[in-house]
């Protein structure tokens, strides 16, 4: 598996919270050892403390083919132990049903967010 994780530098300079939640991406999302990824972290400063975002995606596919690019967005969370339980959801639920099931499941649950 290829994985490419863009940095996280917390607004508070808490390096350590960017650090642990690497450290979680890097462990669960190796169940995903067949797929190349992208994850990407956003901060949001909110009224009641900082929470974090966690994306995964996966590169555009050929244009011409039928694999689009996955994407697949966290809740909102506080710590690495609620991204653990969100990522490894996920990895179940895309190993279990496979890539293709996965991508409408993941486009559902975005557009329900919106």
């Known amino acids: 598996m290829a994985m490419t994780i863009r ?3 917390p607004r508070d300079g808490a ?9 979680v ?7 995903l050892e067949d797929e190349e990824l992208t994850v990407s972290f ?3 400063d909110g009224d009641d403390g900082v929470q974090f975002v966690c994306k995964v995606e996966t590169p ?10 996955w994407r697949w967005w966290s809740r909102l969370f506080r710590t690495p132990e609620e991204l653990r339980a969100d990522l490894a959801r996920m990895v179940a639920g895309r190993l ?12 559902a649950a975005s557009a329900a967010a919106s």
């Open 7 to 9: 940095r996280l530098v």
């Open 42 to 44: 956003g901060v949001w």
């Open 60 to 69: 555009p596919g050929d244009p011409l083919g039928s694999d689009p690019p």
């Open 96 to 107: 279990h049903e496979g890539p293709a099931s996965s991508l409408a499941a993941s486009d």
């Open 15 to 23: 390096r350590d919270v960017g650090g642990a939640l690497e450290t």
């Open 25 to 31: 991406a890097r462990e669960i999302l190796e169940g």
